[in-house]
C-alpha cells in the first residue's frame, strides 16, 4: 500500500525513534551464570575461601575470570582471597594491573580489575578509593554498559554515604547484567538496612543462592531479611547453611552468623537452642560480648 507523505513522516519518525530507543538500551552482556565453566570454577573458590585456602582461592577465581573478565563477584572474591594472604600480595597484584592499563589505557576490563584492586587497597590507604573511581569512570568512558564498572562507582558512592547514588549504579549494571551478584546483593541491603523493605529485598536476591550454590554470605542476608519478615523458620534455615559453609568464618556469616541465629531462637522461644547458639558465638569470637549479654539475659530469666 502506497503511503501519504504525512503518514511516511510520520513512519520514519517513528522509526528514528525507535532506532534512538535502542540505543539508550543497555547491550546486555553474556551470562557468566549461564556458564558451567564459570559456575564451577565460582563454586570451587568459595569452598576454598571459606576453608582458608587463600591461594587455591585466588587460583579458582582467576579461572573464572579466564571465563568472564569483568564479573563482579569473581573480580571482589579475587581481591579478598589475596588481602587474606597478605597486604604485600594485594600490592603486588595492584602494580600487576597498573602495569596492563599503562600499556593500554583503553582496555575496559583492564581499568575495572585495577579499580577493584584500588577498592580493596583503600580499606587501609583512603586515597585509593579516589584512584579506583578514576579507573572506573575510564572504564565506563570506553564501554557505558559493563556491569562491573556500575558496580564498583555503586560501592564508591556507598563510601560517601551517597545511597541514591550507588543504588542508581546498581540499577544500571541490571540493566547490563541481570544477574550481577553484587548488585544484587547490595541492592538488597540497601532496600533492608536503608529503605527499610525487606520484601523488596527479598526480591532482588532470592535467586542468587540458584545462580551460586557455595556463596554464604547470600545465605546470611536472605536469613537476615527472613528475619525482618517474621519468616523465623526460613531464617533458622538460611542462617544455618551460611555457618555451614563458612567453615573458616571468613565471612559474614561466620562474624556474626550465630549470634543472629540465637536472636531468631528466641524469637520462636527455643531457649535451649539459642543458648547454643550463643554459646558458640563467645567460643568463635562473633559479637561474644553481644552474646554474652544475651546468655545473661537467659540465665537471668528476661527471655523465656
Known sequence: ????????????AACAMAVLA???TPARAADPYANHTFVTHINAGLTEFYSRRFEGAQSDFAAALAVAPSDSLALSLLNAAVRNISADALDELANQEEDAVTKNPRD??????LAYTYLFEA???ASRADDAKDALNAAIAVNPNLAAAHVGLGIYRLGEASTN???????????????DILALEYLADIYQDDLRDPQRALTYLIDVPNLVPNYSDAYYHLGSIMDDLGQYDAAVRYLQTSIDLDKGRVGEAGQFGLPLLGDVYLKIHDVDLAKKAYTDAVTFGEEPEYAKAQLERIRSGKVQ
Do not use: I, Y
Open 1 to 12: 500500500m502506497r503511503l501519504t507523505n504525512n503518514r511516511a513522516v510520520a513512519v520514519v
Open 22 to 24: 535502542a540505543a539508550r
Open 108 to 113: 575496559a576490563n583492564a581499568q575495572t580489575r
Open 123 to 125: 580499606q587501609t590507604v
Open 165 to 179: 547514588r550507588a543504588k542508581g549504579e546498581f540499577l544500571a549494571a541490571l540493566a547490563a547484567q541481570p544477574h
